[in-house]
DNA sequence: AATCTGTTTTTAATGTAAAAAAAACGGAGC
DNA sequence: GCTCCGTTTTTTTTACATTAAAAACAGATT
């Protein structure tokens, strides 16, 4: 009845711990680990029942004792790792992603249920979270009506963005040189010279770079609505960002070059400097979302899928 | 298992029309009288068998008739008419205004649902929506944190709030003379020169003109972001603005003279003197928060209610 | 005293079922 | 053709049950 990702979760991730263990290793205890994994005991307590189980780990005087290397065989599949709940926000997006879903059309909760093998408690939760994003709209007692990737969409919400990205560049540029946001940015700013030294192999990690940019500087606005804001831009990027990979290398070194002087203008704390250079970053980003909404979906070959309009 | 608040709500404006009606006059048919309910035949229909159990209708030749007007015990309670999940955040609305959370604390499905006198499934899906105003926060596999109206709240959501009015304005002062916001806006004028004339006994419809002036200047950024969170906006002024009913005729005086001001400086179409004019008065509606902040909830005498901390 | 682990108690996640409401169907009357 | 209304089918809403995970409790070991 409910399923057991945590579970599964953990396992693997402390199967990825063990690999690098030699033989014989003696594990740490349940609360250390538990605290390592930020899951409870219990949850530590069946991931080693379950490793004890597999032969992989034995009960030995003083402790518990790794006794093979786990092979691929051992993990569980990735997908199970996910809540039924994460699993259905992210199979949505991905229905999205490939074109399954019309704007304007009409989405029943039993019908998705069905498609996605949840409950359609667990589809009426958190399909919820969409509502948010701008995709959703709930008509009570009726179906969910999903209004689209469209370009109305990109410019209503790059118009937020650029709002609150300006704002949060004003808190920025308040805080003093050694406070974390700033040594953060450092950071950045060196991957952004690493990234830029070997975009040819690299460059499908901009995205992450891109990311955490964004948000070192949204997070000192300090205000919980723009932060939440940045929350749904970033879910929607993650995924309309596959949409699109023509030119890609070429669209990320771009960005990468504006990034660097968006970052130059914010150390220079000039405010004239900072907006043009923001601005004119967010307006490549915005084309690039603007396109990718025009290019479209990759419309999968079958037909739309079984849901009711 | 489902509550009726649907059905019990149709029926209680059907007595509403039904008691301006003459004894003998034909009701409307089931269609006729759905489409201005807004509800579907089916709920329709059961009003009108349960009309004609009350005696109040018969059906004679040619259709329904009124048979005797509706009494004051006829009505269903108020309270039944909101659906379990309305009634579940009003009532959450409600703990908060009196004071039963304090700011930190854990709040449990299974004890608010005890307490609502509903199921946990129900608190959960509409309590979710309070994430989206700031005032919830959850973590997986545990339960809700209550962050609390504090000043810092206010400070967050007035920022936001500042930001998205002073742009809907530029959309504002695009549009035409003649388009329905600008009448609108002439209609409320008028009403704000009605309620000032008569400012000794109808200062407490205050809030609901207000509520009209924002949201007419908000819903012209056709930008479901800027409107979403007014709705948030509009869902706390109508609870805070209880806490703090100190000077109330003193401030709604001002404020209904802050926004004359306002509004005839959106008529001038001069973008300076929409900046000043909206900014002083959403000082003094943020000062006005704050206040109701720090003087806080109406503590009830009781203790704190038995939510586990 | 502090940490470790075995056991028990609570609570959250989520599937299932039943009632309410909506939607669809179909015949009758005009 | 169109509206009206009785019936049937779907779909949403909501309570409840069950399992996973967390939290609390408690003895043991260092």
Known sequence: MKGNAVFKRSYNQCLRQLAGQAIGASLPSESELAQSLEVSRTTVRSVFASLIDA????????????????G???YFPDLQTLSA????????????????FRAGQLLNAAELARQFG?????????LAQFQHVGLLERRPNSSWLYKGVTPAFATEIYDVR???????????IELPDDSPPWRELDVIE???????????EDYRTFPQLDERLHRVIH???????????YDVISTLFHYTYRWNRSDEKQRNTVAL?????????LRSRDPRAIDARCRKHLRTARATLARSIEFGPFRSPSSPAGVSA
Chains 1, 2 share one sequence.
């Open 55 to 70: 032969g992989i780990v034995t009960v030995a005087a003083g402790g518990r004792r790794l006794v093979r290397h786990p």
């Open 72 to 74: 691929e065989a051992d």
């Open 85 to 100: 709940g994460a699993a259905v926000a992210r199979r949505f997006m991905e229905w999205i992603l490939q074109g399954d």
């Open 118 to 126: 949840t409950s359609t408690t667990t589809i009426r939760e958190h």
């Open 162 to 172: 650029e709002m609150f990205e300006l704002r949060s560049t004003r808190s920025f």
């Open 190 to 200: 060196a991957e952004h010279r690493a990234l830029l030294a070997n975009i040819d």
């Open 219 to 229: 997070e000192t606005s300090n205000n919980r609505f723009i932060i939440d804001f």
């Open 257 to 265: 070059l504006e990034h660097l002087d968006y970052i130059e203008a």
